[in-house]
């Protein structure tokens, strides 16, 4: 046995104990005894080590026990902290959380038209760092989610979607020397949202999914055995660009040769769709005036957003189904492709629609010969993209504090 192994071993309980409690919450010594294999004197020598390296701490007594109440240990938060961010073209939102996933820090700046967005994004980050009462220079791991094209490692922004101000911005050098912090990542904004479904969401019990995303754009994001693929380059989920033929007669915005799914799902196609069934909507982007990097983007998917509501109140079927049939495009693709275990519809759109879209286009998909593939709504609530953001960065965070233990504090 080689002289290291005796440190290699304790690094390795001290990882399985991190992630125990990660896992079930705080336990007692002899839980964790029990969990583990662990030898009293072992369990006791491993918790008074990760202890002393402020990673556990004891976490009250354990109620309804007969006897003196045995200590609880629990994760110590505290020794760790990590940021995420979603850049929209309105709007910077940042939330700083601890080791436990606990939100300490939040702060959100309005950015129309901005002219300095790495200026901008680092001025979010202190303000949300401060609030927590730390430095950016302290954060574990910072994750930037973007609407865009972001390469497979996060370190290069290739392309953006929406966002003016950004498009000369690709590398993260200037972003990491304004925070003084050199783990920063970005990565695309569906993609994180298709890691909060994966963590907390309608797919948190499936191996392999797809997220469908219809909104601000168009976009998906897949999982398979229980990681993100993000393709080759980071591409993956790009799938606006992808030809297809519009099987919707009436509004019918393509030739018989076909175009870019984004051209018959963007918001100005959704709108034009419903015009052509005689629903009322707002204007559409070539309709409005532009008062900020975004505006009109915005003010497009707001109206599209209230079109299908519209038809989903007053029974208007017929808008619907077409709007089905073309979703239904996308994903039969995305489900001959992968074959996944479950497709999650997410966006606004979808969530507007809800039940009544979501039946017609499984409806679709079952009478294709694919495989009956379940296709559910999403079910993760608020800032879906900022919170994907703060669980990839833990993600990140415990990997690095887990595999070196106290012999990295």
Known sequence: ?????????????????????LRSGPLTRGELESLTGLSKASAAEVLRRLESARLVKKGGRKPGSAGPAAHMWALDGSCCHVAGVDVTAEALDVAVADLTGQVVGEHRMATPGIHDPIGSLAVAVGEATREAGLRTGDLEQIVVGMP???????????????????????????????????????????????????????????????????????????????????????????????????????????????????????????????????????????????????????????????????????????????????????????????????????????AAGGEELRRMVAARLAATALARTPLVLSTVSGNAVRAGAVEFALDIARERVFKAGTAGR
């Open 1 to 21: 046995m080689s002289s290291g192994s005796p440190r290699v071993l304790r690094t390795l309980n001290e990882r399985a104990t991190l992630e125990l409690l």
């Open 148 to 350: 865009g094209v972001v390469d497979v490692v996060g370190d290069r922004l290739d392309a953006v979607i929406q966002l003016p101000s950004w498009e000369h911005v690709h590398d993260l050098a200037p972003l990491r020397a304004r925070l003084g912090n050199d783990r920063v990542r970005m990565e695309n904004d569906v993609n994180l949202v298709t890691v909060e479904e994966m963590v907390k969401g309608a797919a948190r019990d499936v191996e392999s999914f797809a997220l469908f995303w219809l909104g601000q754009g168009i976009g998906a994001g897949v999982v398979l055995r229980g990681a993100l693929w993000r393709g080759a380059t980071g591409r993956g989920g790009e799938i606006g660009s992808i030809v297809v033929p519009d099987p919707v007669e009436r509004g019918r915005v393509l030739g018989p040769e076909g175009g870019p799914l984004d051209s018959i799902l963007g918001a100005d196609a959704v709108l034009r769709l419903a015009r052509a069934h005689d629903l009322a909507t707002g204007p559409a982007t070539g309709e409005t005036k532009d008062t900020g990097a975004g505006t009109t983007a915005e003010t497009a998917v707001t109206s599209a957003v209230d079109a299908v509501r519209q038809a989903v109140a007053d029974g208007h079927t017929g808008f619907l189904e077409a709007l089905a049939a073309r979703m239904a495009v996308g994903v039969i693709a995305m489900v001959g492709v992968i074959d996944p275990d479950l497709v999650v519809l997410g966006g606004s759109l979808c």
